[in-house]
């Protein structure tokens, strides 16, 4: 990113981010509160690694960070993240009350304990000047918050932000509440299981080793006998050995039981007084009778961890976990806090089947626990012990190094999963055997779950596609909803990949040392709140650094086979609409579209890679199969191109930077690439088809049958549900889906967005129909989240809660296995305009849906909902196609000037939505079967009678039809997306205006002298029936004056036409008021030229007469009015309430107003008509005299202090006015000073 150079890494960090400061959108008062956080350097490559964070106000950003990584030369290698704009033009903060703050951050982790918690400061020790702290109260543990800002679309909000340890005292969340509003912003987990809510768990190096590595197993292995190891650890690693004293506590970690699952304790350790820590131990009943050897063993890997992590580059100055740093940098006073059997014997009921990593924050130093469970095999079987599995040890520990690692790497959906990755890969890793087949079949928690040769994951690990064929492109759906273990999944298979590369590059040893590095180095290097996309790149520029790229085309191998290549692409981490590639780069382009289909209106986002191409932005062509033809410059972002275009469904209009689309279009994209790999030009290709939008109906609702099922009563709740059938939702199935008690489903991943309006849905694939804050009470009887699957083919949600202002809402949606989306809305619903939503969204409630692509929704805007319904029609599963014909042009017709197009279009069992007229296989209007045709409809009774007819006119020259043969068809689509083609009507067009509208200007006559006040007026018509005026316009010299008025009514001109009349008779008359003196534009003295320009319904301007008209302005000499300001004067310093006075007289015309004007601004009217005989005394001819003054008092308390523009503005009856005094272009200078 920048050549070699010298001096400190701050400067160099600092320099290049200013250097970049424009692209970022930020100024050096932004940049002004930027601050080094973090810095450290790896000692095996040389890179010294910066994290800066900002501060305005003496309060820190919660979520800006800037990473940048320079090597041992000084160059910056990577840079990356967010920072923001300085708020101070909002002048110095108040903060509001932190008491509100905190219950809204408790209710947002616990609702039921939330309810009744009563805020109660307390004093205690924190690592944070800022922090304040409130009494725990029923939850976990104390809660600790402090004021920060928190960046919501690009701007900063002050806010709370607070840890919350829910009532389990193992749930911990990061809370940040707005402070103005009390909106939450962002809730974050700092808890990170072994498995999700449904009890999977990992195991491997356990009292059940597989005894051949990489061997499916087909049943249990035997138990193996435990063996004599020394605990002193790595001379490097652990200087001072492991064990401090005679128990298992020492410089790294602290081991104990914690059966009532106490947070943050420091447990009771293990005691051999001899050094020698063999105790009992039997496999099976119950681990908890050897509790001793289990911490042992606990003791012994939790050690394991940090000596290997150290080894391959987590050490003190990255941000280990030591008591003693032993001056190698990073902070100390921060060893791991380790449970064996944690909440066994908790009150009520044990914890079991899971483990966990926790900690009071990310940063070096900050406390981090780890607890391990028991576990058991099932009904009548015997337990199992988290404290005895490498494998989940490792993957807990190795939680606590990618949080410290990797800047807000688990802020986001990819990177929580790539977090649990990373804990599944070090736990696998780290475990086996030398040896083991890089290629072998490796399933997880088998010991933990006893699940032999299956594992607690989705599927065993494996480089065979045949094992496990899960790739990028299943990013959401590796199970049936977004999960951060199974889609962690992705990222393991991706390592696994690598890492068998790499040992058949460089054999066991070696490639296993170099992938255990290489993905730490990673981490390091990585852009802050990472995508998988962004760690493939940090992975590849490790290897750079570390190795002189030695395996570039080994790591592109791994990464492509499971569809991270060179054009996979994702948005940002927290999304699952990814471009999966299985691609390495070549120098032969690539180009592909960013979604697989796209609803028409949606942007169209575009990807192209060409290893051999090196300029900064590329152009390709877009074809759309309605003729449209496009171009589009895509830009370089990293190592592709990437660029974005608007569509349309509207008509085709070439080159215009819009791209049109209709009914199940398809879209191709093409690049010339000019040198391939074989140095010849080839054209790359990509397509996707189109859909067209939900549409909009009011069906009669229809009955609902079965009994409902409350779901919960519990506000800010999340449901994964199962849905009954699976349910199509624009271009995908979902059988699944979550449920939220603020008025949402979606359908991929959990949604967190401190915004609920149009914006924050197009980030998730989702139907809203009340999405805002809601809350259960009291407001209405029997509130809670309700479901129904009592209707065959249907399922019903139904909430029944209350809005922040606690106005009863009652609100349900009802999905079809045909895709239908019925929005209902009962009793209550009203005053949704009043609901309250963060500084900085949009207004909501929100009532929509959307792909979930991230720059498309379908929403509305209702203000009241009571008693009311309607539809989302799906554009697919029609049960009838439209019926259309083609009248007009009739084959082989001659046209001249315009086409009119016209016919019929219906359906039998619903509404056609659109009429699309196609000449040339060009898509040239788009129309509504909307006319009547009760001729065509006395005939054929047919569904949608009389409304069934189309008709439109087009301009052949506009249209750039030449003189000779053409081609068209028309097709109509119902709101289903059902659609029929006529078949294809052959017609010429002659060279020639054609039909030509009538008009004449009746006022002024040729040669008319005018002045003052006038009404210009004539008409203008077609007397072809087909054809209509749409405007008129009246030009003089050439220029259009505004505001002419067309339609009225000409008796006179229409009755003596000849039948049919026009159609818009007789409103064909046109007028244009215009004052010669004053209107503007201006109409000076002198000869002018007059013509009327006519536009038809087919777009097409006509101007008569054929010559101009002309007519003359004669005014005589017109004179603004004058005066001058007596009182205040110029750069006076005004207080209070001030007395202006002054005079102002119009020669030959009256003074009609005067006003008063602060920084061009009107501030109040002056009382005009005082007697100013002084002022007469010294003019002459002056008709107005003496009673020229006028006087006004002017409150200079509701303007601003400091320096302010102050004049008067006189205007005379024939419009002309006149500032005074004219020292400046509004006045003159004075200076408001009240106290």
Request: glycine residues 10%; negative net charge; proline residues 7%.
């Amino acid at each position: 990113m920048t050549e070699p150079a010298a001096g400190r890494p701050e400067d160099l960090a600092r320099r290049f981010l200013e250097s970049k400061a424009s692209d970022l959108s930020l100024t050096p008062d932004d940049i002004s509160g930027v601050f080094l956080a973090k810095q450290y350097q790896t000692g095996h490559n040389g890179v010294t690694h910066m994290v800066f964070r900002q501060q305005f106000q003496g309060i820190e950003v919660w979520n800006a960070e800037w990473v940048t990584n320079l090597d041992r030369n000084g160059a910056v290698i990577s840079a990356g993240g967010t920072l923001y704009a300085n708020p101070a033009s909002s002048g110095q903060v108040t903060p509001g009350s932190s008491l509100s703050a905190v219950r809204s951050a408790v209710k947002a982790v616990n609702p039921a304990l939330g309810a009744n918690f009563a805020p109660m400061q307390v004093a205690r020790a924190t690592r944070r000047a800022d922090a304040i702290v409130f009494a725990a109260g029923d939850f976990g543990s104390d809660i600790e918050g402090r004021l920060v800002w928190f960046g919501l679309r690009g701007m900063l909000r002050l806010a709370w932000a607070f840890t919350v340890t829910d009532q389990d005292a193992v749930s911990r969340y990061a809370v940040v509440v707005e402070d103005s509003s009390g909106a939450i912003l962002d809730k974050a987990e700092l808890t990170f299981f072994a498995t999700p809510p449904t009890g999977q768990v990992f195991d491997k190096g356990s009292p059940q080793p597989n005894p051949t590595p990489g061997i499916r197993l087909i049943s249990a292995p035997p138990v193996v006998d435990r063996v004599t190891v020394p605990l002193v650890g790595d001379v490097v690693a652990s200087p001072s050995g492991w064990v401090s004293g005679n128990g298992t506590a020492g410089n790294n970690a602290i081991i104990g039981e914690n059966r009532l699952a106490q947070d943050f304790i420091t447990p009771q350790t293990t005691v051999a007084p001899d050094g020698t820590f063999s105790f009992a131990f039997t496999a099976g009943p119950n681990p908890l009778l050897f509790s001793d050897a289990v911490n042992v063993n606990l003791f012994y890997w939790i050690n394991r961890a940090h000596d290997l992590h150290y080894q391959y580059g987590f050490d003190e100055a990255a941000g280990n976990y030591q008591q003693d740093n032993f001056g190698r940098g990073g902070s100390g006073g921060d060893p791991i806090l380790a449970y064996s059997h944690y909440g066994a014997a908790l009150t009520g009921s044990p914890l079991l089947v899971n483990s966990f990593f926790t900690s009071r924050g990310s940063d070096d130093g900050d406390a981090s626990e780890v607890g391990m469970f028991a576990s058991f095999s099932g009904a009548g079987g015997f337990f199992t012990d988290g404290a005895l599995d490498a494998e989940i040890i490792i993957h807990e520990y190795t939680h606590g190094v990618s949080t410290r690692l990797v800047r807000q790497g688990y802020s986001t959906f990819q990177g929580r999963s790539m977090g649990e990755a990373w804990s599944d890969f070090y736990g696998l890793e780290y475990t086996l055997p030398s040896g083991a087949p890089p290629d072998g079949v490796y399933p997880a928690g088998q010991y933990f779950l006893q699940a032999w040769g299956t594992g607690g994951r989705s599927r065993p690990f494996s480089t065979s596609l045949d094992v496990n064929p899960i790739t990028y492109a299943n990013l959401g759906s590796v199970i049936s909803s977004p999960e951060v273990h199974a889609d962690g999944e992705i990222w393991v298979e991706a390592l696994m990949e690598i890492r068998a590369n790499l040992v058949a590059q460089f054999g066991d040893d070696e490639g296993r040392r170099r992938v255990r590095m290489l993905v730490m180095d990673g981490m390091k290097l990585s852009v802050p709140a990472p995508s998988m996309v962004d760690m493939r790149d940090a992975i590849l520029l490790a290897d750079r650094v570390d190795f002189d790229g030695k395996s570039q085309s080994q790591l592109w191998a791994g990464f492509a086979k499971r569809g991270l290549g060179v054009l996979a692409y994702s948005s940002g981490g927290d999304t699952v609409h990814v471009v999966a590639s299985f691609d390495t780069p070549s120098a032969t382009g690539r180009v592909k579209f960013y979604d697989d289909s796209i609803v028409n209106g949606e942007p169209l986002r575009v990807l192209l890679a060409d290893a051999n191409y090196t300029q900064p932005t590329v152009k390709v062509q877009l074809t759309s199969v309605v003729g449209d033809r496009e171009e589009l410059v895509l830009v370089r972002s990293g190592s592709i191109y990437v660029g974005t275009i608007p569509t349309t469904t509207g008509a085709v209009t070439r080159n215009n930077g819009v791209l049109s689309l209709s009914t199940f279009d398809f879209v191709n994209v093409f690049y010339v690439d000019f040198s391939n790999e074989s140095g010849a030009v080839q054209v790359m290709i990509a397509s996707i088809p189109t859909q067209v939008p939900y549409a909009l109906t009011v069906p009669q609702p229809a009955p609902v049958t079965g009994a409902e099922v409350r779901l919960t009563t519990s506000s800010n709740a999340r449901l994964s549900l199962s849905l009954p059938f699976a349910f199509p939702f624009y271009s995908k199935k979902y059988t699944s889906a979550q449920v939220y008690t603020n008025g949402l489903i979606s359908f991929d991943v959990p949604v967190s967005s401190a915004c609920m309006d149009s914006t924050a849905l197009a980030h998730y694939a989702g139907i809203a129909p009340l999405w805002t804050t809601l809350t259960f009470g009291t407001a209405q009887t029997n509130e809670g989240l309700f479901m129904n699957v009592g209707t065959a083919g249907k399922v019903v949600f139904r909430w029944a809660a209350e809005t922040q202002t606690g106005a009863p809402v009652n609100f349900s949606v009802t999905l079809s296995q045909d895709g239908a989306i019925d929005f209902s809305y009962g009793a209550g619903n009203g005053n949704l305009a009043l609901v309250p939503t963060a500084a900085g969204c949009g207004s909501g409630p929100t009532t929509g849906i959307s792909n979930g692509h991230d720059l498309f929704s379908q929403s509305v805007r209702l203000l009241s909902l009571a008693n009311f319904s309607f539809r989302w029609e799906p554009p697919f599963n029609y049960s009838s196609v439209p019926q259309v014909t083609l009248e007009a042009p009739v084959a082989n017709a001659t046209v001249q000037g315009v086409l009119t197009v016209s016919g019929v279009a219906y359906d039998s069992d619903s509404t056609v939505s659109r009429v699309d007229i196609v000449i040339d296989d060009i898509e040239r209007a788009v129309v509504g079967a909307t006319l009547p045709r009760p001729d065509f409809c006395a005939q054929h009774n047919v569904h949608g009678c009389p409304q069934v007819g189309f008709q439109t006119n087009l301009d052949v020259a506009a249209l750039n039809l030449a003189p000779g043969i053409h081609t068209i068809r028309v097709r109509a689509t119902n709101l289903r997306a059902g659609f029929s083609d006529t078949d294809p009507v052959s017609f010429a067009v002659s060279a020639g205006p054609g039909r030509l509208p009538k008009g004449a200007i009746e006022f002024p006559a040729a040669g008319a002298e005018l002045s003052g006040s006038v009404v210009f007026s004539g008409y203008a018509y077609f007397d072809d029936p087909a054809l209509t005026v749409r405007r008129v316009d009246v030009l003089i010299d050439g220029l259009t004056y505004p505001n002419t008025t067309y339609g009225v009514t000409r008796n006179d001109i229409c009755s003596p036409l000849p039948t049919p009349r026009p159609l818009n008779c007789s409103g064909v008359g046109w007028t244009l008021a215009y004052n010669t003196q004053t209107s503007l534009p201006p109409l000076p003295d002198g000869p002018h030229s007059m013509q009327i320009r006519v536009q038809d319904d087919s777009g097409r301007f006509t101007t008569l007469p054929d010559a101009p008209m002309a007519f003359t302005v004669k005014n005589g000499a017109q004179q603004a009015p004058l005066g001058g300001l007596i009182s205040p004067k110029p750069n006076d310093r005004l207080t209070g309430i001030v007395n202006v006075s002054g005079f102002a007289y119009s020669p030959g015309g009256q003074v009609s107003s005067v006003t008063l004007l602060v920084d061009g601004a009107l501030r109040g009217i002056a009382s005009y008509g005082s007697p100013q005989p002084d002022i007469c005394a010294s003019l002459t001819g002056v008709e107005a005299c003496p009673n020229i003054g006028f006087s006004a008092l002017l409150d200079t308390t509701t303007i601003p202090n400091g320096p302010h523009v102050f004049g008067i503005r006189i205007t005379n009856n024939q419009g002309l006015s006149r500032i005074v005094p004219a020292l400046d272009s509004a006045g003159m200078n004075v200076v408001i000073d009240n106290p």
